[in-house]
């Protein structure tokens, strides 16, 4: 058998703002430093009600505080369903890459993009990881017991339906 060479150059790290999903993080970063990928970060919302309270707990309060006050109108808008631009999550996110990035030491990575889209997650991240020709996806996995094995999670479906590579990454206990 032949090892087939693997060249990471596009990473897809999807969140949908969880605690799982930001521990997956340090995953898409530490790869995203050994191959000098690019990563590209994916939220889908389906989900209005849980946004905001989820991106206050990715930020500090003041930088938290700036988004909304120069987004107020959008935010409204996007909180609503108003507004497909949905600026204010997509600024939080990349506030939070940067982040991430002045805290990484001795791990550089670049992000490509931050995308917000509206949808069915699975069909978005599948659908991104095509566009994007994705190397990997990298996503967190909640795992809440038996109930969520029987009606079958986010990442469970990605794994089912993807054509790209996926990396799920649970929460250290």
Sequence with gaps: M??????????????????????????????????????????????????ESQLAGMLMEEQWKTIQERHVREARQSLTGKSRDNVIVRDALTQFAENVKSEAQGQAFATDEVLVLFGDPVEKIIETAKERNSDLIVMGSHGHGLLQDLIGSTTRRVLRKSHTPVLTIRLDK
């Design 2 to 51: 032949k090892i087939k060479q693997i060249d990471i150059k596009n990473i897809l790290y999807t969140t949908d703002l969880s605690d799982t999903a930001l521990h997956a993080f340090s995953y898409a970063v530490s790869l995203a430093n050994l191959y000098n990928a690019k990563i590209t970060i994916l939220h889908v919302i389906e989900d209005y009600d849980a946004v």
